[in-house]
């Protein structure tokens, strides 16, 4: 069973700096099949990224996720207001489709 | 335009049963499976199980094997999660979650969540 650390727990940006998140499996992620979903508070998630690296539907071009293997990174190239939240990787090829256990991002 | 509705929040006693529905729209009920996904308060995110609304084939995450049932009713293209024997750390926002046509167990739209409070 595969399990996801992500890091930091939190992240204390202003807006218009760069946010970098990362998350490793313990073990290959197969197809690079490895999402991102963003939660803002009182919010359901929402779907940013699959396959790693591309984007779902609607998604800001500022938003890009990267990593193969163990090791994967969720960038947002300029923070806006809207960006502040939690952010959680995933496995989904598998089945039990494990999260991380999210990296907060807060207005410093 | 996809959307998933969630009945409304639930105050249960530890023991109960509750049943928690998620009504889709905008798309064909049963070319995707749904799947249910919990957060207990101030936590993370739980892989709860999976429901095929094709066939109604499930899969549960073991932790909740024998005090879980999730099944989809077609006719009506709602989909239900039952949980039984409820404990105080069940309390938690429910959401059902549709799965990806191309990637199962990738979640590309959600519902809006319904929260479970379990109390005494």
């Known amino acids: 069973e595969i399990v996801l650390t992500q890091s930091p727990g939190t992240l204390s940006l202003s807006p218009g700096e760069r946010a970098t998140l990362s998350c490793r499996a313990s073990?290959?992620?197969?197809?690079?099949?490895l999402a991102w979903y963003q939660q803002k508070p009182g919010q359901a998630p929402r779907l940013l990224i699959y396959g790693a690296s591309s984007r779902a539907t609607g998604i800001p071009d500022r938003f890009s996720g990267s990593g193969s293997g163990t090791d994967f990174t969720l960038t947002i190239s300029r923070l806006e207001p809207e960006d502040f939240a939690v952010y959680y990787c995933?496995?989904?090829?598998?089945?039990?489709?494990?999260f991380g256990g999210g990296t907060k991002v807060e207005i410093k | 335009q996809v959307q998933l509705e969630q009945s409304g929040a639930e105050l249960k006693k530890p023991g109960a049963s509750v049943k928690v529905s998620c009504k889709a729209s905008?798309?064909?009920?049963?070319?995707?499976?749904i799947i249910w996904v919990r957060q207990a308060p101030g936590q993370g995110l739980e892989w709860l199980g999976w429901s095929s609304a094709y066939n109604g084939h499930t899969r549960y995450a073991q932790n909740f094997q024998g005090r879980v049932t999730m099944s989809t009713d077609t006719s009506t293209s709602t989909a239900y999660m039952e949980l039984r024997s409820l404990r105080f750390d069940d309390t938690a926002v429910y959401y059902c979650?549709?799965?990806?046509?191309?990637?199962?167990?990738?979640?590309?739209?959600w519902g809006q969540g319904t929260l479970v409070t379990v109390s005494s």
């Open positions: 995933q496995y989904y090829d598998s089945t039990a489709p494990p």
């Open positions: 073990q290959s992620v197969s197809n690079n099949y």
């Open positions: 979650a549709r799965e990806d046509f191309d990637y199962a167990g990738l979640l590309d739209y």
């Open positions: 905008g798309y064909t009920f049963t070319s995707n499976g």
